[in-house]
């Protein structure tokens, strides 16, 4: 059998994303060790409330997720350096990859841009899905990637674990894309198809804060701001095009009415919050907005929280990829993904 190699994980942010990957890495131990050769360890994990613990031998994955299911807490782990915030526990740990899973924000980029630009500056790779530091600080934060000799990917801040900007950067490599227009936000997507189903905006929105698509406060939703970061962070990705989120016209479904959506079948298709980039006279625009999308459209049929993005390439026409954009086991596969390339790119 081929040599096993050692990957150490640092981890901060214990929330939904954190502890289903802390999960994922637990049940998928002996496969990717048979089909990957790796061993990923957990070092370290840090989170703001439910604590910190350190210990570069590894901590007890199973251990963790007990701690935290019972007691809504890490303290009382048993082994390892306890209380250090999430900054100093970057620069201690002996990582060789620090997984960035706190909260987003896409205003300011914090806590994630120090995070990461901690990673970095020490050398070590970065796996994240944040939106809002490759939103806000993309050019800045892949240069220093770049002089540190380390990596940064961040599939999962586009559709979760839904791989599309692996696949726009390895699939379709050296295959321009041209334009894209998709359906990034799902809470926006279950509302406009709660809608077209005889639902008014008002009840579409309650029902989705009783499944939990929506949150309480669901502007960063229905205003399109979710949309529009990762419009910026495919657009970047994939166009080259230096964008930042107030470079991108931006109009939510609030004033999205019933009628609207009968008199969009009338003229057949469906209204959709329609995220999008294109050419124009060399420059790339980019918008967030509801648009009619005709019946025969791979977009139309996307349907309740899934999402989608079709690329327009040069040589293969128009691509459609559809999946999940959320969930803690999704974009915990997400994360593994690339890690997973990590681990290729250092095998190299
Ligand atoms: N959930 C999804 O489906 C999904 C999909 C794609 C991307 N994402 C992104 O992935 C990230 C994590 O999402 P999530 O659903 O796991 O969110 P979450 O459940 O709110 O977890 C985030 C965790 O980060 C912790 N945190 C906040 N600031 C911190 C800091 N300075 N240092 C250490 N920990 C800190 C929070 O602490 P406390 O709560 O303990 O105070 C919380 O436990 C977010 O950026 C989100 O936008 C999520």
Redesign the pocket.
Known sequence: MASICAMRVAL?????????LVNVLHEKEAYLKKEYGLNIELVAV?????G?VMDDDGLDKVELLKLVAET?SIGAYPKGVKGL???E?IRRSEADVVI?????NLETG???I??IKEALRSEKHVV?????PIALAYKELMNLADENNVKLLYE??????TPVISMASNGLAGNRVKAFKGILNGTTNYILTKMSEGESYGSALKEAQRLGYAEAEPSADVEGWDAVGKTVILANTLMSAGLSPNMVERKGITEVTSEDVENAEDNGGVIKLIAQAWMEEERVKAKVSPELIEFDDPLANVTGAMNALTLTTEGLGDVTIIGK????V??AH?ILSDLLAIHRANLG
Request: with cysteine.
């Open positions: 901060i942010g214990f929330g939904t994303v954190g502890q289903s840090s989170d703001i409330m439910k910190s809504g915030s999430s900054v526990t960035e899973v706190a909260w987003t914090e806590p994630g120090t995070h994240t899905s944040n939106k809002g999962c801040t586009v559709m979760s674990g954009g959320a969930g803690g999704e974009t997400g």
